[in-house]
């Protein structure tokens, strides 16, 4: 067996074990169901409250796939820029390090008056966007400065244009590098949408995190748990597919993990 399938399977076997556990512990104990209910209860909340949350979940993976497409196209447009000219670099590195340790509940308030109530779900897309915009930015800008020194050279003897040496050399020994930030901010763009929910409070979006607020105000926690499970869910299928492309791309490149 391989060493990514043993790494998944003892991942199954822990997940199967900590629910087994939580099982016996909500039965042996009997807490209040509002508290803590049983992974069996949470089962069942999952059907049940599907017509509610199957729709929200549609909607925010939506809106994090939109934040997450954004983020990529500004981040990359930015390192291509930074990559070019050490001015550029040294005008958009501190302020994506700036973006990047700002809460996004800090900005949400400004995001909000700026973009309007009435248009919720923009100001969620570009709260999440700005979340996941700097692991996008700092991974291509170092896969862009990273390409083999030799053949720098090379094509500095061979008197390339700047767009030819960023075209054919840059760009793909950067790929590797870019697929692995993507990984990254595609799981924040998750997060940066769910937060982004939470601090709009309008409910105007209809998203997971609205429904979890919904629950967890009625007392429903087995609803609110599904909720995050499926949260959890949206996050490890963006994961494991983007983890798919990454593979493809290193084996393509010749790149180690």
């Known amino acids: 067996m391989s060493r990514v399938w043993t790494e998944r399977l003892s991942g199954l076997v822990a997940v199967a074990v900590l629910l087994a556990a939580w099982e016996i512990a909500c039965r042996a104990l009997t807490p209040p169901a509002y508290l803590l209910p049983a992974p069996s209860a949470v089962g069942v909340a999952l059907i049940e409250a599907a017509p509610r949350l199957v729709p929200s979940a549609g909607q925010t993976f939506l809106q994090a796939l939109q934040a997450l497409l954004l983020a990529t196209l500004v981040g990359v447009s930015a390192a291509v820029a930074a990559s070019l000219h050490p001015a550029a670099r040294g005008a958009l590195r501190p302020l994506a390090t700036l973006l990047q340790v700002t ?151 010749g790149v180690p993990r």
């Open 103 to 253: 809460p996004v509940v800090a900005i949400a308030p400004l995001m909000i008056l700026w973009v309007g109530l009435d248009r919720a779900d923009l100001s969620v897309v570009l709260l999440a966007a700005a979340v996941a915009l700097f692991p996008l930015f700092s991974a291509t800008l170092t896969g862009l400065t990273s390409a083999d020194p030799d053949l720098e050279r090379l094509f500095d003897v061979a008197g390339a244009r700047p767009w030819e040496r960023l075209l054919r050399l840059r760009l793909p020994s950067a790929l590797p590098f870019m697929v692995e930030g993507l990984r990254i901010g595609a799981g924040l763009a998750v997060v940066g949408a769910v937060v982004a929910e939470f601090v709009a409070g309008t409910g105007a979006t209809q998203g997971l995190a609205w429904r979890i607020l919904e629950a967890g105000n009625r007392l429903r926690t087995a609803e609110l748990l599904a909720g995050l499970a499926w949260l959890a869910a949206m996050g490890l299928g963006l994961n494991l597919a983007l983890g798919a492309v990454e593979d493809v791309v290193r084996k393509r490149f």
